[in-house]
């Protein structure tokens, strides 16, 4: 699986941007997919995660209520919406995919990226104050 993440911008704090992960290759739907990000000087960290079948979806508690994760299977893509954007949230995005397909139906515990295999090369989200 090969990912590209784009949707990246610079935007003022209360704003809202839309990332995009579009994926290649016609396994897509079979894998679990999610967003992390990080910023200089920090490690990189959970944001959210989608399951295969987009019906299981967890989020990290900073951006909980805030940033809503989804994908389109038909379209091999994936989003992150992120609404209420705070200085605090910028960084690289990543959009990544799971090692294994099937590998959850639902998720419980914030995964962690060595559960994924498969990296996108990262887009910038700069929230000004």
């Known amino acids: 699986v090969q990912l590209q993440a784009s949707g990246g911008g610079l935007v003022q704090a209360g704003g809202s941007l839309r990332l995009s992960c579009a994926a290649s290759?016609?396994?897509?739907?079979?894998?679990?997919m999610g967003w992390f990000r990080q910023a200089p000087g920090k490690e990189r960290e959970f944001v959210a995660v989608i399951n295969w079948a987009g019906y299981s979806t967890y989020y990290a508690d900073s951006v909980k209520g805030r940033f809503t994760i989804s994908r389109d299977n038909a379209k091999n893509a994936v989003y992150l919406q992120m609404n209420s954007l705070k200085p605090e949230d910028t960084a690289v995005y990543y959009c990544?995919?799971?090692?294994?397909?099937?590998?959850?139906?639902?998720?419980?515990?914030?995964?962690?990226?060595?559960?994924?295999?498969?990296w996108g090369q990262g887009t910038l989200v700069t929230v000004s104050s």
């Open positions: 290759g016609r396994t897509f739907s079979s894998y679990g």
């Open positions: 990544a995919a799971e090692r294994t397909i099937y590998s959850r139906n639902a998720y419980y515990t914030p995964p962690v990226p060595d559960d994924f295999g498969y």
